[in-house]
C-alpha cells in the first residue's frame, strides 16, 4: 500500500507578518483569470474576495487559512459532497456548493467564508431562486463557500492564457526554491515581501518538528 | 484645478494597516508613523512619485462595513463613480471626474498630450500583456472621449533635446555650471529644490516635455488653428503623479494662461475609456495631430531611464560635430535602477555622463557636486526606479512578483518603437525643423526663453516660511 501523505498548508508566522494584505490581494488575482483579472488592478471588475484573511489583533497580525485537515470536518458536514480531498489538498466544488454554511460553521479555524459568486466578472445569478428589490421580483445571485485550494486551480485557463502566473511561480521557484520539494508555490507565499508565510509540506513539517525536539533533548 | 495646495498623495486613514511597506519604497524618508498604526506623509518631503501608491496593498474589503461608502471614497478620491477596481490605502488626487465634466463643454477647444510610455502600457488596464503597444487605439480612443486635437509629448521631447542639447554644449564650451543636471522629472525637481537648493544652478532650465508641449498648444498651434488661446483646455496624460504638481506650480504659465491645465494618469485615461463604453481592445488604429503630434525616436524613448541621455546624445554629437553618429544605439546607457557612468567620445570632447535611476541613489552625486568633485558634465535624474516606465500612475499591479517583468516589457517595448521609427533623432523630425523654421527661430532664442525655459525656487524650509 502507498504510503500515506499527509497534506500540505500554509502557515504564517506572526512574527514576520506585517499585516500588508499583499498575500490576500495575490491569492484573489490567481484565482480569478476567469473573471477577467489580469495583471493590473484596473481589471479588476468584481470585489476583492481572498481565501484567506489577514487578521489583527492588538500585538500581532498575521494570516489565517485553510489547515487542510486530513479528516477534514467541513467536508464531513456538507450535505452535498461538494468538499472533497483532491491531490493532497481539501478543496470545494464550486459548482455544486449550495451555499448552506454548515462547513463555515464546523471548521475550527474559520477558514471558509461565504460570498456572492461571479463568472466572467458578472455576479452569477441562480436558475430559480428569486428575490424580491424594489417591488421586483429578480434571481437572486449565487453565495458560494470560498477557502484554500492550495493555488490548485493556478493553472486553470485563465492563467495558462495570460502566461503570467506560471512565469511569477517559475521566477520565484528557481530564485527561492519551494521547500516542499518542487512543489508549485501558493501566491500567497510567493508574493509576501516578509516571507512570512510558508508551504509546510509534510516530510518537511515532521522531519523539523523531530529535529527541533531532538535539539531540545 | 488646485494642485497647488492638494498634495496630490495620500493615505487614506480608515484603510491604512500600518505595514509601511510603503515607507520602504519611498526615496524621500516622506511617511512618518509607527508601525501598525496609520501612516502619514509629510508633505514638504513628499516628491509626489508615487512610489507609495504603487506598493500599497491594503484595499477596501467588502467585509469591512464600518468603512465609508464606496461611493464617498470614489467622490474624495476625484475619481469617477463608475470605478469598480478595489481602493487601496495609499493613493493620487484624481483629476478624471473634472476632465470628463470639461469635455463635455462644447465652448471648449479640447486638446490633449500623451507621454511616451502611455503607449506602452495603457493596453495592461484592458487585459493585454505587459508593454503591449497601442498608440495607434490611444489617438482613436482620446478622439471618442471627445478631444479636439490629439498631440504627443514625444514632440515635446524632440524639443526639449534641441534645447537642452544646445544649453549643454553651451555650458561645456564655456565651463560654466556643470555638471549639468536634467530637469524633465519634477519629482527629481523638487526634491533639489527641498533637499539641495545649492544644486538649482545646475539644473537645465529647460521646462520638462510637457510644459513644452503646453505651452507649444497655447501659442504655435492655437494660432496654426486658429483658436483663441484662452478657449483652449490643455490636457495631458501622465505616468506620473507628480505631473499634476508640475502643471500646477505658479511659473508654468504662458502670458497669465496655464500651459497645461490638467494632468490625468494613465490609470485615469483607461478609467475614463471605460466609463464611457469604449470598446479598446477592438479599436482602429488612427495617427496623431500635426504638427504637434510627430515624433522622432529619439522622443519616445525619454519614458526609459537613460532615454533622455540617449537622445541628447544622438543630437548632440552631430551638433558638435557635424557628422553622423557611428552608433544610434546606445546600449552601455540602458539599465536599471542606481547609477550608471560613460564617457562618450563627441569630436575632441570626452562627455562623462552619469544616469540616476531611482531619487535614493542621487544623494551621493549631490554631495560630490557640493564638494566640487563631480566629475561628470551631464546628469539625467529620474526619481522612479527605472523612468517613466516605473511611474507612480501607470497601471498597478496584483501581484509584486511581477514588478519585474512589467517594467522589462515596457521598456523594451519602448525600444522597439523607437527601433521601427524612420526618423530617430530629434533634429531630423521635419515638424521640429519646421517649428523652428516658423516659430521659434533658433534654439536658445528668444522666443524659446520665454516659452520653453524656467527658473526654480528653493523650497528648504527657511525659504518655504516667506
Ligand atoms: S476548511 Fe477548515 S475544516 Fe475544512 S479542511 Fe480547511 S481548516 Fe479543516
Ligand atoms: S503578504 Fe506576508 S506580510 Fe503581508 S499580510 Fe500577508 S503574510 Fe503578512
Ligand atoms: S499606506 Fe499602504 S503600504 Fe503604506 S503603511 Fe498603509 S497600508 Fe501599508
Ligand atoms: S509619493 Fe513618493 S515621495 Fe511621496 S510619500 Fe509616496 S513614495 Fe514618498
Same mark, same amino acid.
Given at each position: 500500500?502507498?504510503?500515506?501523505?499527509?497534506?500540505?498548508?500554509?502557515?504564517?508566522?506572526?512574527? #514576520?507578518?506585517?499585516?500588508?494584505?499583499?498575500?490576500?490581494?495575490?491569492?484573489?488575482?490567481?484565482?480569478?483569470?476567469?473573471?477577467?483579472?489580469?495583471?493590473?488592478?484596473?481589471?479588476?471588475?468584481?470585489?476583492?474576495?481572498?481565501?484567506?484573511?489577514?487578521?489583527?489583533?492588538?500585538?500581532?497580525?498575521?494570516?489565517?487559512?485553510?489547515?487542510?485537515?486530513?479528516?477534514?470536518?467541513?467536508?464531513?458536514?456538507?450535505?452535498?459532497?461538494?468538499?472533497?480531498?483532491?491531490?493532497?489538498?481539501?478543496?470545494?466544488?464550486?459548482?455544486?456548493?449550495?451555499?448552506? #454554511?454548515?462547513?463555515?460553521?464546523?471548521?475550527?479555524?474559520?477558514?471558509?467564508?461565504?460570498?456572492?459568486?461571479?463568472?466572467?466578472?458578472?455576479?452569477? #445569478?441562480?436558475?430559480?431562486?428569486?428575490?424580491?428589490?424594489?417591488?421586483?421580483?429578480?434571481?437572486?445571485?449565487?453565495?458560494?463557500?470560498? #477557502?484554500?485550494?492550495?493555488?490548485?486551480?493556478?493553472?486553470?485557463?485563465?492563467?495558462?492564457?495570460?502566461?503570467?502566473?506560471?512565469?511569477?511561480?517559475?521566477?520565484?521557484?528557481?530564485?527561492?526554491?519551494?521547500?516542499?520539494?518542487?512543489?508549485?508555490?501558493?501566491?500567497?507565499?510567493?508574493?509576501?515581501?516578509?516571507?512570512?508565510?510558508?508551504?509546510?509540506?509534510?516530510?518537511?513539517?515532521?522531519?523539523?518538528?523531530?529535529?527541533?525536539?531532538?535539539?531540545?533533548? | 484645478?488646485?494642485?497647488?495646495?492638494?498634495?496630490?498623495?495620500?493615505?487614506?486613514?480608515?484603510?491604512?494597516?500600518?505595514? %509601511?511597506?510603503?515607507?520602504?519604497?519611498?526615496?524621500?524618508?516622506?511617511?512618518?508613523?509607527?508601525?501598525?498604526?496609520?501612516?502619514?506623509?509629510?508633505?514638504?518631503?513628499?516628491?509626489?512619485?508615487?512610489?507609495?501608491?504603487?506598493?500599497?496593498?491594503?484595499?477596501?474589503?467588502?467585509?469591512?462595513?464600518?468603512?465609508?461608502?464606496?461611493?464617498?471614497?470614489?467622490?474624495?478620491?476625484?475619481?469617477?463613480?463608475?470605478?469598480?477596481?478595489?481602493?487601496?490605502?495609499?493613493?493620487?488626487?484624481?483629476? @478624471?471626474?473634472?476632465?470628463?465634466? @470639461?469635455?463635455?463643454?462644447?465652448?471648449?477647444?479640447?486638446? *490633449?498630450?500623451?507621454?511616451? *510610455?502611455?503607449?506602452?502600457?495603457?493596453?495592461?488596464?484592458?487585459?493585454?500583456?505587459?508593454?503591449?503597444?497601442?498608440?495607434?487605439?490611444?489617438?482613436?480612443?482620446? %478622439?471618442?472621449?471627445?478631444?479636439?486635437?490629439?498631440?504627443?509629448?514625444?514632440?515635446?521631447?524632440?524639443?526639449?533635446?534641441?534645447?537642452?542639447?544646445?544649453?549643454?554644449?553651451?555650458?561645456?564650451?564655456?565651463?560654466?555650471?556643470?555638471?549639468?543636471?536634467?530637469?524633465?522629472?519634477?519629482?527629481?525637481?523638487?526634491?533639489?529644490?527641498?533637499?539641495?537648493?545649492?544644486?538649482?544652478?545646475?539644473?537645465?532650465?529647460?521646462?520638462?516635455?510637457?510644459?513644452?508641449?503646453?505651452?507649444?498648444?497655447?501659442?504655435?498651434?492655437?494660432?496654426?488653428?486658429?483658436?483663441?488661446?484662452?478657449?483652449?483646455?490643455?490636457?495631458? *496624460?501622465?505616468?506620473?503623479?507628480?505631473?499634476?504638481?508640475?502643471?500646477?506650480?505658479?511659473?508654468?504659465?504662458?502670458?497669465?494662461?496655464?500651459?497645461?491645465?490638467?494632468?490625468?494618469?494613465?490609470?485615469?485615461?483607461?478609467?475614463?475609456?471605460?466609463?464611457?463604453?469604449?470598446?479598446?481592445?477592438?479599436?482602429?488604429?488612427?495617427?496623431?495631430?500635426?504638427?504637434?503630434?510627430?515624433?522622432?525616436?529619439?522622443?519616445?524613448?525619454?519614458?526609459?531611464?537613460?532615454?533622455?541621455?540617449?537622445?541628447?546624445?544622438?543630437?548632440?554629437?552631430?551638433?558638435?560635430?557635424?557628422?553622423?553618429?557611428?552608433?544610434?544605439?546606445?546600449?552601455?546607457?540602458?539599465?536599471?535602477?542606481?547609477?550608471?557612468?560613460?564617457?562618450?567620445?563627441?569630436?575632441?570632447?570626452?562627455?562623462?555622463?552619469?544616469?540616476?535611476?531611482?531619487?535614493?541613489?542621487?544623494?551621493?552625486?549631490?554631495?560630490?557636486?557640493?564638494?566640487?568633485?563631480?566629475?561628470?558634465?551631464?546628469?539625467?535624474?529620474?526619481?522612479?526606479?527605472?523612468?517613466?516606465?516605473?511611474?507612480?500612475?501607470?497601471?498597478?499591479?496584483?501581484?509584486?512578483?511581477?514588478?519585474?517583468? @512589467?517594467?522589462?516589457?515596457?521598456?523594451?517595448?519602448?525600444?522597439?518603437?523607437?527601433?521601427?521609427?524612420?526618423?530617430?533623432?530629434?533634429?531630423?523630425?521635419?515638424?521640429?525643423?519646421?517649428?523652428?523654421?516658423?516659430?521659434?527661430?533658433?534654439?536658445?532664442?528668444?522666443?524659446?526663453?520665454?516659452?520653453?525655459?524656467?527658473?526654480?525656487?528653493?523650497?528648504?524650509?527657511?525659504?518655504?516660511?516667506?
Amino acid at each position: 500500500m502507498k504510503k500515506e501523505q499527509p497534506n500540505s498548508f500554509v502557515i504564517a508566522e506572526a512574527g #514576520k507578518c506585517i499585516g500588508c494584505k499583499a498575500c490576500e490581494l495575490a491569492c484573489f488575482a490567481v484565482h480569478n483569470r476567469d473573471n477577467g483579472v489580469a495583471a493590473a488592478v484596473g481589471t479588476v471588475t468584481t470585489p476583492v474576495i481572498p481565501r484567506l484573511y489577514v487578521i489583527r489583533t492588538d500585538s500581532f497580525t498575521m494570516p489565517v487559512q485553510c489547515r487542510h485537515c486530513e479528516n477534514a470536518p467541513c467536508a464531513g458536514v456538507c450535505p452535498v459532497q461538494a468538499i472533497v480531498q483532491e491531490e493532497g489538498a481539501i478543496t470545494i466544488d464550486e459548482d455544486r456548493c449550495i451555499g448552506c #454554511k454548515a462547513c463555515a460553521i464546523a471548521c475550527p479555524f474559520g477558514a471558509i467564508s461565504l460570498y456572492k459568486a461571479y463568472s466572467n466578472g458578472q455576479e452569477h #445569478k441562480q436558475p430559480y431562486l428569486r428575490e424580491r428589490l424594489d417591488g421586483r421580483l429578480e434571481r437572486k445571485t449565487r453565495v458560494i463557500a470560498y #477557502k484554500c485550494d492550495l493555488c490548485h486551480d493556478i493553472t486553470n485557463s485563465g492563467n495558462i492564457a495570460s502566461g503570467e502566473i506560471a512565469a511569477a511561480a517559475a521566477v520565484n521557484n528557481s530564485g527561492t526554491p519551494s521547500e516542499g520539494g518542487g512543489e508549485p508555490m501558493p501566491a500567497c507565499v510567493s508574493v509576501c515581501p516578509e516571507q512570512a508565510l510558508k508551504l509546510v509540506s509534510q516530510s518537511l513539517g515532521a522531519s523539523r518538528s523531530r529535529k527541533a525536539a531532538g535539539l531540545r533533548l | 484645478m488646485t494642485p497647488n495646495i492638494d498634495p496630490i498623495i495620500h493615505i487614506d486613514e480608515e484603510l491604512c494597516t500600518g505595514c %509601511r511597506r510603503c515607507a520602504a519604497v519611498c526615496p524621500v524618508d516622506a511617511i512618518i508613523g509607527e508601525a501598525g498604526t496609520p501612516q502619514k506623509i509629510d508633505a514638504h518631503r513628499c516628491v509626489v512619485c508615487g512610489q507609495c501608491v504603487q506598493t500599497c496593498a491594503a484595499y477596501a474589503a467588502e467585509s469591512e462595513p464600518a468603512l465609508t461608502s464606496r461611493a464617498e471614497k470614489l467622490r474624495q478620491r476625484g475619481q469617477l463613480s463608475s470605478v469598480r477596481e478595489p481602493l487601496f490605502a495609499a493613493y493620487s488626487t484624481g483629476h @478624471a471626474l473634472e476632465l470628463k465634466e @470639461a469635455l463635455a463643454d462644447p465652448k471648449r477647444y479640447k486638446v *490633449v498630450q500623451c507621454a511616451p *510610455v502611455i503607449r506602452v502600457s495603457l493596453a495592461e488596464e484592458f487585459g493585454l500583456p505587459f508593454g503591449t503597444l497601442t498608440p495607434g487605439k490611444m489617438a482613436a480612443a482620446l %478622439r471618442l472621449l471627445n478631444f479636439d486635437r490629439v498631440y504627443d509629448t514625444n514632440f515635446g521631447a524632440d524639443v526639449t533635446i534641441m534645447e537642452e542639447g544646445s544649453e549643454l554644449i553651451g555650458r561645456v564650451m564655456s565651463g560654466e555650471r556643470l555638471p549639468m543636471f536634467t530637469s524633465c522629472c519634477p519629482a527629481w525637481v523638487k526634491h533639489a529644490e527641498t533637499a539641495a537648493p545649492h544644486v538649482l544652478d545646475h539644473l537645465s532650465s529647460c521646462k520638462s516635455p510637457m510644459q513644452m508641449v503646453g505651452a507649444l498648444v497655447k501659442t504655435y498651434s492655437a494660432e496654426l488653428d486658429g483658436v483663441a488661446p484662452a478657449d483652449i483646455l490643455s490636457v495631458a *496624460v501622465m505616468p506620473c503623479t507628480c505631473k499634476k504638481f508640475e502643471a500646477g506650480r505658479d511659473e508654468m504659465n504662458v502670458d497669465g494662461l496655464r500651459e497645461v491645465d490638467m494632468v490625468i494618469t494613465t490609470r485615469e485615461l483607461a478609467q475614463l475609456i471605460k466609463d464611457k463604453g469604449i470598446d479598446f481592445m477592438n479599436l482602429p488604429d488612427e495617427p496623431f495631430d500635426s504638427p504637434l503630434g510627430k515624433y522622432s525616436g529619439a522622443g519616445t524613448i525619454f519614458g526609459a531611464t537613460g532615454g533622455v541621455m540617449e537622445a541628447a546624445i544622438r543630437t548632440g554629437y552631430e551638433l558638435v560635430t557635424h557628422e553622423s553618429i557611428p552608433n544610434l544605439q546606445l546600449d552601455f546607457i540602458r539599465g536599471d535602477e542606481g547609477i550608471r557612468t560613460a564617457t562618450v567620445q563627441i569630436g575632441d570632447l570626452e562627455l562623462k555622463v552619469a544616469i540616476v535611476a531611482g531619487l535614493k541613489y542621487v544623494s551621493s552625486i549631490l554631495e560630490q557636486v557640493s564638494d566640487g568633485t563631480c566629475p561628470y558634465h551631464f546628469i539625467e535624474v529620474m526619481a522612479c526606479p527605472e523612468g517613466c516606465v516605473s511611474g507612480g500612475g501607470q497601471p498597478k499591479l496584483l501581484l509584486e512578483t511581477q514588478r519585474k517583468a @512589467a517594467y522589462q516589457a515596457r521598456k523594451s517595448s519602448i525600444y522597439r518603437h523607437d527601433s521601427n521609427q524612420k526618423v530617430r533623432k530629434s533634429h531630423e523630425n521635419p515638424a521640429i525643423i519646421k517649428l523652428y523654421k516658423d516659430f521659434l527661430g533658433e534654439p536658445l532664442g528668444h522666443t524659446s526663453h520665454h516659452l520653453l525655459h524656467t527658473k526654480f525656487f528653493s523650497r528648504s524650509v527657511k525659504g518655504e516660511l516667506k
